[in-house]
C-alpha cells in the first residue's frame, strides 16, 4: 500500500556552476521554498544532494557538511563552505 505523503508543484531557480579551487566542482543550486527557504545543492561529479541553509555552514557545523557531500577532508569542506556563503 502507497500513501502520498505530499505532491507539490513549484517554481524554483537553479544555478550550475563549476570553479576550481584547490578542487573541482560542478554544483547544481536550487532554490525551493519546500525547505524552509533552503537550498537544494547537488554535487554533479558524486551525485550527492543535500538541503543546505546559511546556518549550516557555521564553523561548528563543518562536520555535517563534509558528511553530507561525503568530503575527504576539512579542505574541501572549508572550500565548499566558502563557496556556499556567498552562493546561496
Request: hydrophobic residues 40%; glycine residues 6%; without cysteine.
Amino acid at each position: 500500500m502507497l500513501i502520498n505523503m505530499y505532491d507539490e508543484h513549484e517554481t524554483t531557480q537553479t544555478r550550475y556552476v563549476g570553479f576550481v579551487g584547490d578542487h573541482r566542482w560542478d554544483l547544481a543550486i536550487t532554490k525551493t521554498n519546500h525547505f524552509y527557504g533552503k537550498s537544494l545543492v547537488a554535487n554533479i561529479q558524486s551525485g550527492r544532494v543535500g538541503i543546505v541553509g546559511n546556518d549550516d555552514l557555521e564553523d561548528d557545523k563543518l562536520h555535517l557538511l563534509a558528511n553530507m557531500f561525503a568530503l575527504e577532508d576539512e579542505d574541501q569542506t572549508v572550500e565548499l563552505r566558502n563557496f556556499l556563503l556567498t552562493n546561496l
